[in-house]
């Protein structure tokens, strides 16, 4: 498994383009764990990511008010639920309509090994990212070897 | 209002024109609205800050970049996807002449709001019909 990692001077043109590699392999070939989500074609898109602490459920969202985003956290279950409304000012009409709006729900299965009461959530550029971390008796440790 | 069903479709790349620097680009979904004074485009740009957004009218030719902060993804992998991550373009042909000194432009959570005033002498202009 490979790590996406930064060059430590970051050059944010070489991290899209290993960032976009990443993601294809995964599209195609998603690692064992079973989320739980129905898959794609659902509103909104999720993106699993795993770090040393934990993982980040990231949602492409944009446009929501907070308090139209709920979290919930029921067991190993995370559900995401909101309400985009689209508006426009009176007296005109559209030429294009593709943005999406309306009400979502959406519900990821995390593995045991994580922590969901300490989950925190942020919301920014209309990007939402639930971090959860890891158990403390699940993150790695280093084995010390005893000399004989 | 009612109730759709929201479904997601799939980023389209834009495959229009080459950029200079390497990685994928993706279309941004718009709403283009008209009043009788202006012209109003939303577009869905999630990841892109105001500062990492360029948007220029040359030749009747509206264009929209923005590039993806891609910061808070270092040290992580993937282990499930369902949308891709690039940076949005998109442009339009206009078909009026807009008052480009008034344009104003907005990002707030991930969404460009553009406001284009038409030009005065571009406005539709009701003529009145006397009775003969």
Known sequence: ???????????????????????????????????????????????????????????????????????????????????????APQGGSFHR?????????????????????????????GMLTVHIPKREEAKPRQITIKAA | MTTQELTAHEKQEMRTAETTRPGRTYIPDVDIYETPDSLWLWADMPGVDENSLDVRIADSVLSIEGRVALQEYSDSTPVYTEYHVG?????????GEIASERIKARMTNGVLELELPKAEHAKPRRIAVSAA
């Open chain 1, 1 to 87: 498994m490979a790590l996406f990692r930064f060059p430590s001077s970051f050059d944010p043109t070489n991290a899209l383009v290993s960032l976009q590699r990443e993601l294809d392999r995964v599209f195609e070939n998603p690692l064992g764990f079973d989320f739980g989500l129905s898959g794609k074609g659902v509103y909104p898109p999720v993106n699993v990511f795993s770090n040393k602490g934990g993982y980040f459920v990231k949602m492409e969202v944009p446009g929501l008010a907070l308090d139209q985003l709920t979290i919930e956290a029921h067991g190993r279950t995370l559900t995401i639920r909101g309400k985009r409304d689209v508006s």
């Open chain 1, 97 to 125: 309509r593709e943005r999406s709006r309306g009400e979502f729900s959406r519900s990821v299965q995390l593995p045991t090994d994580l922590d969901l009461a300490r989950a925190e959530a942020s919301y920014k550029q």
């Open chain 2, 87 to 95: 940076n949005y373009a998109r442009r339009f042909s206009l078909s």
